[in-house]
Antibody, heavy 123, light 109 residues
Framework: EVRLVESGGGLVKPGGSLRLSCAASGFTFSSYSMNWVRQAPGKGLEWVSSISSSRGSIYYGDSVKGRFTISRDNGKKSLYLQMNSLRAEDTAVYYC????????????????WGQGTLVTVSS | QSALTQPASVSGSPGQSITISCTGISSDVGDYKSVSWYQQHPGKAPKLIIYAVTNRPSGVSDRFSGSKSGNSASLTISGLQAEDEADYYCSSYTTTTTGFGGGTRLTVL
């Protein structure tokens, strides 16, 4: 069974940092592009970042560019999101998701999602 | 603010068909090149129901269909069922970004 499990969320003060992880299982992680998508409470989906299977291509949304860093460890079958200089507006559930068919980024088709991890930025 | 625009809400009765629009899709160079649709029930992760404008992932009901014309895309749900009540999001991408519509709340009356 294909599975994605996010972790690392929690409460952090404005200006602080947090590192999210996404543990993958049930598929050949190294063959698939991966993505982070977030959803603020009661709001819609917002794409955050994407990384290709080989880490050769990385993309960020404008709202996180320069503050967030996406990375992956194919040996550990894990995806990461380092979040620095956090703001109240970064408060959201953060999902990791697989790009369908191993397509390179950018893409709009994410066919497997984790359950999400909540990040709350508040003093 | 989403670059892809969806109606905030739509509704329909069981058995009916409804259509959700997504505008802002352009066929011009550098603009959005594809369309996907997601269904999200409260407290759950989104589920991909349409990709590449018209394609359904394995296991998705054929009551869901997608189309695109010019600057707009549409999701049609036929034979509406109570379980279809959810939020629906369109999505597309450019050469460097991925975008989501603001979402449409579907109410089954």
């Amino acid at each position: 069974e294909v599975r994605l499990v996010e972790s690392g969320g929690g409460l952090v003060k404005p200006g602080g940092s947090l590192r999210l992880s996404c543990a993958a299982s049930g598929f050949t992680f190294s063959s698939y592009s991966m993505n982070w998508v977030r959803q603020a409470p009661g709001k819609g989906l917002e794409w955050v970042s994407s990384i290709s299977s080989s880490r050769g291509s990385i993309y960020y949304g404008d709202s996180v560019k320069g503050r967030f860093t996406i990375s992956r460890d194919n040996g550990k079958k894990s995806l990461y999101l380092q979040m620095n200089s956090l703001r109240a507006e970064d408060t959201a559930v953060y999902y990791c998701a697989i790009t369908i068919f191993g397509l390179p980024p950018p893409s709009d088709a994410f066919d497997i999602w984790g359950q999400g991890t909540l990040v709350t930025v508040s003093s | 603010q989403s670059a892809l625009t969806q109606p905030a809400s739509v509704s329909g009765s069981p058995g009916q068909s409804i259509t959700i629009s997504c505008t802002g899709i352009s066929s011009d160079v550098g603009d959005y090149k594809s369309v996907s649709w997601y269904q999200q029930h409260p407290g759950k992760a989104p589920k991909l129901i349409i990709y590449a404008v018209t394609n359904r992932p394995s296991g998705v009901s054929d009551r869901f269909s997608g189309s695109k014309s010019g600057n707009s895309a549409s999701l049609t749900i036929s034979g509406l069922q109570a379980e279809d009540e959810a939020d629906y999001y369109c999505s597309s991408y450019t050469t460097t970004t991925t975008g989501f519509g603001g979402g449409t709340r579907l109410t089954v009356l």
